[in-house]
């Protein structure tokens, strides 16, 4: 089996731009605490609260380290998407490979987990 890196591949120990959503409000204060990313939220038509974080993460390590301070404070994690730039052809990476969405990855109790 070979494996080739091209432009199309994520590369886990580079830089790149994340936006996740999680259900819940989070203060634009905790920015330093989720690797200084922008923090905004918004109102759903349910009026359910998103917030939305976009920034840089140095690697897929600070990342995790990312999504595992919003999973301690218990903020379902709706969707983690990478939004970089690809250099060479102007395009977009989008949802890391295909899409992480809690839709797509089912319900708490679907994955056997306390609601």
Known sequence: MSITHDNEHIRPWTPA?????VEGLLDESWA????????????????????????RVMDQSELSGVLNGLAEMHLPILLVENISEDSETGSNQQNLQGGVTADSVGTESEKGLPE
Do not use: H, P
């Open 17 to 21: 731009t994340y936006r996740i959503e």
């Open 32 to 55: 330093d605490r989720f690797a200084g990313m922008r923090i905004t939220s918004r109102k759903r038509m349910d009026q359910s609260i998103v917030t939305c974080l976009i920034g």
